[in-house]
Structure formats: C-alpha cells, structure tokens
C-alpha cells in the first residue's frame, strides 16, 4: 500500500536539507549511501552507543592495569613482610601440605621455597612426638580461634634438633570452613640460653647485694671495736681476779688436806686452820664461784650479740620486739661514741614486728651512726638524736630526729642512692642508708627521711606488726 503524498512547504523543505549535528568521528561510519528502511537518526544512535561501548573499554582497561599495579605493590609487600620476619613461617592445608613458607623457615631447613611446597609438614618434624603433637593440632575440628600453643622440634639445615616454640592458627575460607592451619614459630635455644645467662646475672647480683650487705655490717662492727674492748674487759677481768683468787684458796686448801690426811694432831690442825684462813675460804667460795659465773655469763652474752649482728641473716622471719633491737642499738653506737652522745628515747608498749632481728638492729645502728655524724661538730653542740615510736593496727611508726644541720634540698631525693654520700673521701662508703632501705623494703615496710621543722634530718621508718599484712612502699 503506498502512502498518501503530503505536500511540503518551505519550512518543512529547509528542515530536511540541514543535516543533523554528528558527533567528531563518527562521520566515517554513516554509509555513503541510502539505505531502505533505515533512517540518518537511527545510524546515529547505533554509533554513539558504540563510541560508549568502546569509551567504556577504555576506562575498565585502565582500571584493570590500576588494579593490577595495586596487587603487584601488595604482593610485593606481603613478600618483604614474609622475608623480614625473623620467625619462621609455615602454611598448611588441612592435610598437613605445605602451601606457603617464608625465608627464615627455608633458612633453618636448608631448602628452597619451590622445594617445601607441596611437600608434607611431618617431613620436617624430627621425632614422633612432635608428629603426634602437629597431628593432634590438624585432626582438631573445633581449634580455638585465638591458636594454640606447642613445642616441636624440627629438623635443620644439617639434620640436626631444633626446639621451637610454636603457635598454630586455624586458616578458615570465606565459608567459615577450616582450610588449613598457620604455624609461627620461634628457636628456643636462644632464648633458653638468654634465661640462663639472665638467671646466672641474677645469682651473681644477689651474692653481690649480700656481699655488700655483710661489708656494710663489718664495717659497722669495726666502728664499734674500742667499745666493745672496753665492755669485754670489765667481765673478764672479774672473771680473772676471781680465778686468781680460787687458785689461791686451791693451794690453800691442798695444804690443810694433806695435812689431815697425815693424822697431825688435833691441836696442829686448829692451828694450821686458823693459819691458813680455812673458814674465811669456805665462806668466800660460794661468792667467788658466783661472780665468776656472772662475768662469764656477760661476756658469753655481749659476744652472742656481736655474733648475731655480724652474722650472714637467714632468710626465715619471726616475731621480733623492735624495743629490745633498739636498746641494743643504742647500747652499741653509744659504746663506740663520745661520751656527750645524748639519746633521747622512752620504750613504750611492746611492739612486735616480724623480720630478722639482726638486720633490723642494724638498720637503727646506721641510722643512729649517721645521726650521730651528721650532729658531731656542728657549733661545738653535743649530738642529740630523738626516737619515739608510735603504733596502730597495722604498722609501727619510728621517728629519729637528731640536732644537726639537715640535709641539702638537692640531696634528699639521692639519700638513699648506693655510694651516695657527703661525708669526706675515707670517711663513709655510701651504703649505710642504700643497704638499710633495701632492708626495710624487704621486711615490707618503708624508710624515708625529710628535714624536721625545728632544725636536722628525721628518719621515719615504718613496718608491719605481727599478724599485719607486709606490704612493701
């Protein structure tokens, strides 16, 4: 059927001689001829969605060669991780097949990347506990996500037993199944023998620190020689007179006996008797025996104090009253002092603390040494230390105070600083304050040291009564 013939005007016939607006380029692909059935427009559609299709192909391109480059830097990166760990790196499937290495791991067994892929875990084991142990970790169907720990042992470059110390992580897909597991471990060798050599240091710091200790202790005890000659002699020379004394009366004695035994007459036995004073003898034995017995006794107890000052401390504690350790101290500084030493201290309540009774008592004889130093000389004033003692549920508080010039601001954060002191060279080693608040923190109390508002140092030291938890400061 043909269609109806339209005329046209003017306009109509100027609109259809223009020529549509084409995209640059596109110009080449229109046929140069007319085609049937298919109008100007429609070419152009076709052709501009081809140039889309075509700009689109670039722009994937380009993303495509973006996102290669991306992975290339991230595989590389994931390399240089894998060869700087120090720890060796082992990835598995659920088979036990080795997937993935890393260098420290090829360089421990001596084989290449290429040649452990592919190859089974257990042949890197060294003995069958370690297979047992990596079979149990695979065969686990519900691992912890967090891994699990395990000691294996494998075999190096030389064949030869390596313990390490590894931690086995599950490997799980997308899915959430198990695909295989991750093994970082770490040679203990080195680090068994860093703990050896850290625990051989530690040995020898404590043979040091007790060494030092017992040097401190001595060098107190050395201080304390010409008084503690001067107190030794008194007992000791009554113990002699008295010895003396008997010996006299023995010969004595022997004389009158033998003369019994002979069967002298009675008359020559009264005069012998009176001569030789044989009442006067018997009454004074019982007197003389007693007092030889008493200055032994002193002596026998000023030399068990010194020993048990001077002797290396065990390490058991028990219930000690701080009263008596300080009037030993006092006793002994004040032996080795000048005679204006003044010490001003009441005992009150006992007070019982747990610890060692030698080392507590040198740690008073140090503070009181030191009071006593610092006090001597000032303004020509005699030394005056001040002790008191307070108690509460807890703890035991002393205070000791003396009457010298304090301690310089700058100086009281080191006081307690080893070697640290500001006596002159020859005069103080440093480590009667350092030795004595190590002695206090072991005891689990606390020492420290201020300037007092009326003038000189003040010590406080405080620890725990019997029953009272020791809880160090």
């Known amino acids: 059927m043909t269609e109806p013939f339209h005329a046209m005007d003017e306009s109509d016939s100027s609109s259809a001689n223009t020529p549509a607006p084409r995209p640059p380029g596109l110009e080449s692909l229109l046929p140069v001829g007319p085609m ?135 490997r799980v897909a997308a899915s959430g199944r198990r695909v295989g597991t991750v093994f970082v471990a770490r040679p203990t060798a080195e680090i068994k023998r860093a703990y050896h050599e850290l625990r051989a240091a530690h040995e020898a710091l404590k043979r040091a620190q007790q060494q030092l200790l017992h040097s401190e202790k001595m ?56 001569k030789l004073r044989i009442d006067h003898l018997l009454g004074d034995l019982p007197s003389l025996i007693e007092g030889t017995l008493e200055g032994a006794q002193r002596t026998a107890d000023i030399v068990n104090g010194l020993k048990r000052f001077s002797a290396m401390d065990p390490e058991a504690r028990s ?70 003692t307070e108690v509460n549920s807890t703890h035991l508080r002393l205070r000791l105070r003396d009457n010298g ?20 060279v020859g005069k103080g080693t440093g480590l009667g304050l350092s030795i004595s608040y190590g002695i206090v923190e072991q005891h689990g109390g606390a020492l420290s040291v201020r300037n007092h508002a009326d003038g000189g140092a003040e010590f406080l030291l405080e620890l725990p009564l019997v029953g009272a938890v020791a809880t160090g400061h």
């Open 319 to 388: 219930p000690v009253n701080l009263n008596e350790v300080i009037e030993r101290a006092i006793h002994w500084v004040r032996k080795g002092a000048a005679p204006s030493f003044e010490v001003h201290w009441q005992p009150g309540a006992p007070c019982t603390v747990t610890g060692s009774a030698g080392q507590l008592q040198q740690v008073l004889m140090n503070l009181l040494q030191n009071a006593l130093d610092a006090a001597t000389g000032i303004d020509r004033v005699p030394p005056v230390v001040w002790i008191d």
């Open 405 to 424: 010039p304090g301690i310089a601001p700058e100086h009281l954060s080191h006081i307690f600083d080893p070697f640290f002191t500001t006596k002159p």
């Open 36 to 170: 049937d059935g298919v109008d100007e427009s429609t070419w152009m559609d076709v052709i501009q969605k081809m140039d889309e299709v075509y700009s689109q192909l670039i722009h994937d391109e380009i993303e495509l060669e973006k996102k290669n480059t991306e992975l290339e830097q991230s595989q590389q990166f994931i390399f240089s991780v894998l060869s700087a760990m120090s720890d060796v790196l082992l990835v598995c499937n659920e088979r036990g097949v080795i997937e993935e290495t890393n260098a420290a791991l090829c360089e421990l067994v001596g084989r290449s990347d290429a040649e452990l892929r592919g190859t089974s875990i257990y042949d890197l084991l060294a003995d069958t506990q370690s297979a047992d142990r990596a079979r149990t970790v695979l065969d686990n169907t519900n691992p912890p996500r967090r891994g699990e720990g395990l000691e294996l042992n494998l075999l190096d470059a030389q064949r030869q037993s390596v313990p390490v110390d590894a931690n086995c992580t599950p």
């Open 219 to 274: 060098a107190s005890l050395g201080r304390l020689v010409a008084g503690v000659a001067h107190e030794l002699n008194n007992p000791i020379s009554f113990v002699l007179g008295n010895v003396h004394a008997l010996s006299r009366y023995c010969e004595r004695m022997r004389v009158y006996l033998a003369a019994v035994h002979a069967d002298e007459p009675a008359e020559q036995l009264e005069t012998l008797r009176s």
